[in-house]
């Protein structure tokens, strides 16, 4: 099985080990910014996986190394400039509270000095790689969970979702309603299945109890 293409914010904010509301706070402050689209509200609906590797450098970076939030704000810039930069040749050193940033092609660093020997290193091949794994259990559901839709107290603000996921039916629903394919959606989200897409696909909103 692959993973996701897409996360919801509950799955990124427990994959990237920050709490939801800690995650909206960056997000109005314009700290942390998803690669995705923004619903009306001027929230993300969907994460990338580069946008959870991101959010975890910068918890870890705020949270183990004190990183004051502008100087974040650099680190999440940087990243976007540089998208197309594969993580595992992204390098970040912190010294002195000051983040600097450098890719194995052009050894780009942060306002054009090198870190002091002391800095402490920031691996985000390793964050990339754990977070991977964390992804792929997270996306095993049992058999008999296919096609099954419901809602729990506490999960995804008790909206309808596929069982043993926390993927909104709504979301999916809205995909197919779209135009997009049933091949697409488990492209995007591998841990549906085509039962699933059948099961949104006859979704009402009253049909869950």
């Known amino acids: 099985m692959g993973l996701p293409r897409y ?30 689209a923004w619903d009306q ?10 946008d959870l590797v991101t959010l975890r450098a910068l918890v870890l970076l705020r ?9 974040l704000r650099r680190v999440t810039e940087w990243l976007r400039r540089h998208r197309d930069l594969p993580l595992s040749a992204v390098r970040f050193s912190v010294s002195g509270r000051r983040v600097f940033f450098s890719d194995a092609v052009d050894q780009v660093t942060r ?4 870190p002091e020997q002391t800095a402490a290193h920031l691996d985000l091949a390793a964050i990339e790689a ?52 049933p ?10 299945t085509r039962r699933d897409i059948d099961a949104a696909r006859q979704w009402t909103s009253a049909g869950v109890a």
């Open 7 to 36: 996360y919801t914010r509950e799955q990124a904010a427990r994959l990237a080990q920050i709490r939801p509301d800690r995650l909206r706070r960056w997000e109005r402050s314009g700290l942390f910014q998803s690669e995705t």
């Open 41 to 50: 509200n001027g929230r993300p609906t969907v994460y990338t996986f580069r």
């Open 63 to 71: 949270d183990r190394h004190h990183v004051a939030p502008r100087e």
């Open 111 to 114: 306002a054009g000095a090198h």
């Open 130 to 181: 754990d977070i991977a794994r964390k992804a792929e259990v997270l996306g095993r559901r049992a058999p008999e969970a296919s096609g099954r839709i419901v809602r729990h107290r506490g999960v995804v603000h008790a909206q309808p979702v596929f069982d043993e996921t926390r993927i909104p039916v709504a979301l999916v629903r809205r995909m197919i309603e779209e135009g997009r394919s």
């Open 183 to 192: 091949d697409e959606i488990l492209a995007l989200f591998p841990s549906l």
